[in-house]
């Protein structure tokens, strides 16, 4: 991908450019009109003092809503909203700083796996609309007649068994929050860089939500263990590893927890790109360490029969989305994080 390859070598960038992004502003009179709305939300919210209180109070009341949303038969129309209250709730009524940062963080995973779970309440429907196929054939082609998966599982290992590899790769694609563990070392060390690269972050995670809706994918693992695609193959490598860990036998049936038709495309992928994108921008050999860390997770959700390489490629090319659109979402986020304060 020519475009991830020239954001890997991109060059440092000055500490205001890291801070705020590119200068991609508004005109001057869309300005006016941004800033004009944030000063109205301003006043008004000084003319209610009780708002804070009234922001935190609907964090629990929409988390618990949420998560009875199947007892009480709550249409996903009306929870995909609600799903966003958390995180402006948390931006309300929780004091500039800090411990905003991690609540709002917290809200806005939460609100992730919301947007990653909520397809798969209504599975029938789902089922009618889930690729199986079409991956498969994608890989197929990008494997020279044979999906990458299926080819790195007969090389590497002897089915049924839990080898060393095994047990790497599986801590390679558990190590998902190490996106996270770098903003929270901004936090602690360098909380002015904090805003932009959260929002980056966020965008790549949510970015991926809507392929959830409209583009269900059964992962390597499912179609191979359930339909028998590639010939039953691929194997769950990751779960054998678990439950070796646990001396236990792992069910025959695979586990239907969360969504596992939320596979297309690679969440894990696309938060560890546009990390990798934003630690070249302070130099050279962090931006290769990131690159490395995104090559080691490619290969370990693929290698593992979690995702197919067409999900691979969609995570990196949402990670660029998000680095090529930001001068344009900036000044927006902005207009609405003055309101909010």
Same mark, same amino acid.
């Given at each position: ?83 966003? *209250?958390?995180? +402006?709730?948390? /931006?309300?009524? $929780?004091?500039? !700083? ?5 609540? &709002?963080?917290? @809200? =806005? ?52 068994? *839990?080898?060393? +590899?095994?047990? /790497?790769?599986? $801590?390679?694609? !558990? ?5 996270? &563990?770098?903003? @929270? =070392? ?156």
């Amino acid at each position: 991908m020519p475009v991830v390859w020239q954001a890997a070598v991109m060059s440092t960038r000055p500490s205001t450019y890291r801070r705020r992004g590119p200068d991609g502003l508004p005109s001057s009179s869309l300005q006016r009109l941004l800033d004009g709305a944030s000063d109205a939300v301003n006043r008004r919210l000084r003319a209610h003092r009780g708002w804070s209180v009234v922001a935190a109070a609907s964090v629990p009341v929409a988390v618990g809503l949420i998560a009875a949303r199947r007892r009480i038969g709550m249409h996903p129309a009306l929870t995909l909203p609600l799903g966003c *209250v958390p995180p +402006l709730g948390c /931006a309300l009524a $929780v004091p500039k !700083g800090r411990r905003r940062y991690v609540a &709002v963080a917290a @809200a =806005y995973m939460h609100l992730f796996k919301l947007g990653w779970e909520l397809p798969y309440d209504e599975p029938e429907e789902l089922r009618r609309r889930l690729w199986i196929d079409e991956p498969i054939r994608f890989d197929t082609v990008v494997g020279f007649g044979v999906p990458p998966g299926v080819r790195l599982q007969r090389a590497l290992r002897t089915r049924g068994e *839990v080898t060393a +590899l095994d047990r /790497a790769v599986t $801590v390679v694609y !558990g190590s998902w929050f190490l996106p996270h &563990v770098l903003l @929270a =070392y901004l936090l602690v060390r360098h909380q002015e860089y904090m805003p932009r690269a959260g929002a980056r972050l966020s965008a790549a995670y949510h970015l991926t939500c809507p392929f959830y809706f409209l583009a269900p994918e059964a992962p390597p693992w499912w179609a191979s263990e359930k339909e028998g695609r590639m010939d039953g193959e691929i194997e769950r490598v990751a779960r054998l590893v678990v439950y070796d860990l646990l001396k236990r036998q792992p069910p025959k049936e695979g586990s239907s927890q969360g969504n596992p038709w939320g596979a297309m495309p690679s969440d894990h992928i696309s938060s560890a790109a546009i990390t990798a994108m934003g630690l070249a921008e302070v130099s050279p050999l962090y931006g290769a360490i990131g690159w490395t860390y995104v090559a080691a997770a490619a290969f370990a959700i693929v290698y593992l029969g979690e995702h197919y390489v067409a999900d691979v490629v969609v995570g990196l090319l949402i990670a660029e989305a998000v680095r090529r659109a930001e001068p344009l979402a900036a000044p927006f986020v902005r207009a609405v994080a003055r309101a909010v304060e």
